[in-house]
């Protein structure tokens, strides 16, 4: 059994070495994301803004254009 343990061992070792490369590489990878949304965020919302005000422009015209042809 201990011979076992002494072949197993190194491998278990990698594993775990290579499993705490992983774990810090999700940190970064999350704030990355993070800092993207942050800075997108303000896009995002004037887009939504233009969006909106087009959208009410758009309504206010074809409520014009109909009480044009009603007066017509």
Do not use: W, Y
Request: hydrophobic share 40%.
């Amino acid at each position: 059994m201990n011979l076992k343990f002494h072949r197993m061992a190194p491998l278990a070792i990698a594993i775990c070495l290579l499993g705490g490369c992983d774990a810090k590489k999700a940190p970064t990878e999350t704030g990355r994301a993070a800092v993207k949304e942050v800075v997108t965020q303000p896009f995002s919302a004037l887009d939504s803004a233009k969006d909106s005000l087009k959208h009410s422009e758009d309504k206010q015209k074809a409520a014009l254009d109909e009480a044009n042809k009603e007066i017509k």
